[in-house]
């Protein structure tokens, strides 16, 4: 977005298996900050008409320019989404402006991208061959997920969801597995839905509608599926969602790879609202911070017509503060943040060991494995080596063994090794090393995971196995034991399921749950569930059932119980502002684990990672006292708002004596110590602070305001409104944005306890720097041969850096008036020219450390090559600069927190292309909460000078063999 990835979102393909073996790497695999950035489809817009608009008018408009590329027309969106012909050589930005003139617009947006779901895959399991074990895990009916939410205690009274219409949009659904329904269609637990784009859309192309139902091709939305809504009775490991009765509907929007753009995303969301929703819910986002784009805007409008919407928060946390996801950042959508699980659901193989010594009898005893990448285990029986015998150290095989020899060839052993923190594919380089073919990590955390070494010659086998199991071989090593191992085909081998205790982090917000608020300071999220190692459905072809992790775990969950509250709460139906407040009042606001394992006793966890808590429905469902608000904003130092109002009402049949009071959580900073603005990460640098806030309270029947202990009397059936005054914390260093944040508890004479969450900034978001200066440069990348389009927005760390001066040499381009030429001779015409490699791109490389409503790079003349035939272009006066205007690809609205980089051949958003010179680019990146109009409310940033001239076409002549028009044989320049 730039490329934003999916969260679950999110905001991309999971990984099979951790990559390293550090503190909580099998919760989430990160992908680099440059995965999760948003890409903006280059001459592609979302219009949205005014009412009493046909769209006629438009259309005309834009007939020779532009084509309908999808058609919006819904009851709460009516419009299109558009494509530019050339978005290269058109002029889109000076067209857009025109376009958002006439009287039948109302708006206009870029179209942005978005990746497929990204998630951590823990293990998959293998249908066919589940054995008793497993099938008794089906007669327990209590997942620790839905203990840990309360669902349990609302399942025991009846309350399955039935008669509420929950539509996910995601890539689709396996409806022929058993666990959910087998069957699409009236009658069936997929009852509707809708397959917006087919198999081969990647995001790039059209989407063509399949006409057939949903089905799922990549696992991702069948997992959600399951989480939701899974039959308990008719699967082999006790998987049963949080709300079986619902009628569940799908709308894909992936094809089997690639991307999905937000022109189909809100296309997808408006379809379910007028199917009759009840709920929408999707693990689909990507690092954004903004609620005016297309796709929030239109969730938005669903939410304020009654139907609520809960979108995943995304897998970001290590990105710190301020990195909402969309569209979970629109104004009334739920973000839903992760915590982990009580238990680590591990699928294992089974087979068994002997233990030789001079003491005991050999006994064969079973024990179970996950097999990883490699797993040729089948008649594998060895026994066990070991390098150290220390069930505590991190380095385990980490470095280097001797070379083989004739006397420690290790290929007739299976080298057991601790997970540690090391990369696998090191651990398993070195045991080939010593001419090792097989390798048995035992975990130094919470149950087992699927490890792919694959690209390790020499190495056909890999496994894990528990750390208790681990640690009993080791010591049985210790003592000169032999331990005899007799692995079995994990493809064949009898199955089970085993839950361990997760005492490290089950319960506590997952590292890699994002944080919060957004930039204008919205609270987000809004409150959390379990979703780190989540045991669901998968498609019957890839397995059928696997745990993964993620927020896009969580989100459906919530979908779920916000299924069992309205069946529950049928009164609320059409109500999610009271349905989230009933939620977030009740929830269980958790304590702070800085994401090594070590939660802080004392402190609770901010507002910006987990919202206000674990949610709780049995709580919400039964809750006689209703909050007005979920949340509340005292905005930044600037903007600081000095009251906050929020009512009490009692639904119970008594009066209710409530005291009030302040519970502050940890103030969290966003940027590092130091003259440097840089983004403090989690959890290696984000640090938090024992800072809280000073509330007092006040009611309209009492004379003065007083703080903790507060108390107001509210009789049956009556609401009292409360007043709220903040004061921020004292002695914080506001350069570094510190984010202060807590709960208002609310606690009843009738045993009710209820809590408010709230933050705020000390410091000024419109005066902080949003646009590294010295991350902020030209870089130099060949163009393409055959393709030098100008407009490529990529994620993440650029090329590298050039020096000043530096000369680039520009691909020949075709302009308008070449129309002549057919498609395919000016593809070939540019192939030739660019057949030698010397064409390249220059490449903008922006890395912003908070977002910017409005990104403007401007291309300022240091010198023109002009001649009397070839007169110097008008220059414009853009912010106090004398410009040839904008670059294409630029400007940019709505940029989130994320580095981002653009290629450019010379042209210009008006459709000309700047003349050979030297030039430098002013980058204009507008402050949050900034005047698009003051100079003085934006970060500038000047490039180094650089020169341009263009290559020359190779010959007068076509590849056709016709002749070429003068105008096409653009002749470089040598000024520069």
Known sequence: MHIPAILAVPLVAGAVSAA?????SQIIEQ????????NIVPGNYIVEF?????GSEFYNAIAANASKKMDLNFKLFRGASIQFHAPDETSTVDATAQLQALPAVKRMWPVRQYRIPEHTRHWVANLSSDDDHARRAAADDTLSTHVMTQVTQLRAKGITGKGVRVAVVDTGVDYLHPALGGCFGPGCLVSFGYDLVGDAYTGTNKPVPSGNPPMDCNGHGTHVS?????????NSFGVTGAAP?????????????GNVNDDVLIAAFNRAYEAGADVITSSVGGSSGWSDEAWAVATSRIVANGV??????????????FYASAAADGLGVVSVASVDNAVSPTLFSKATFAVKSA???????????????PANWSSVTLPLWADTYNTSTETDLCEALPAKNSTNDLSGYIVLARRGTCLFTIKAQNAARRGAKYVLLYNNEPGTLQVDVSSVPGIVGMAMVTADQGAAWIAALARNETVLVAMTDPLTAPKGLNNANNTVSGGFVSSFSSWGPTFDLNVKPQFAAPGGQILSTFPRSQGAYAVLSGTSMACPLVAGIYALLIEARPDLRNNPQALQSLLSSTAQPNLYNDGTSRPRPSLLAPVPQQGAGLVQVYDAAYATTLLSESSLSFNDTDHHAPLRNFTITNHGHTSVVYTLSNIGAATSYTFLAGTDIQPAHFPLTLQVADSPASLSFSTSDQATASGDGTTVTIPAGQRRVVTVSATPPAGLDPARLPVYSGYIAINGSDGSGLSLPYLGVVGSMRSLTVLDAVQTYLGKVPAASGNSTNSTAVPGLGARRVPANTLFVLPVRLTPGQKNLTDAQQAALQLLANANHTASLVQTNLNFVMGSPLIRADLVPIKLCSSPTTPAPALQDILGYKTLGSIQSFPVQWMSRDPFNATWDGSMTDGTYAPPGLYKIVFHALHIFGDPKQPSDYDIVETDPFRIKYLEAPSTTSPAGKAVPKMMRRQTAECP
């Not at 390293?20 to 909580?24: A, E, H, L, M, R």
């Not at 992908?31 to 948003?38: F, H, L, T, V």
């Not at 399951?226 to 008719?234: D, K």
């Open 226 to 234: 399951g989480i939701l809504a899974a039959q308990g009775g008719s």
């Open 20 to 24: 390293v073996g550090g503190p909580g």
């Open 50 to 54: 005014e009412d009493g608009h046909d």
């Open 359 to 373: 003491a005991s009898p050999v006994a064969n005893t079973s024990f179970g494995y996950t097999a990883g990448s």
């Open 308 to 321: 609520p919407c809960t979108l995943s928060a995304g897998n970001d946390g290590s990105s710190g503060q």
């Open 31 to 38: 992908a680099a900050r440059a995965a999760n950035a948003e």
């Open 245 to 257: 009765g619902v009628e569940l509907g799908m709308f894909r929007v992936f094809g089997c790879e």
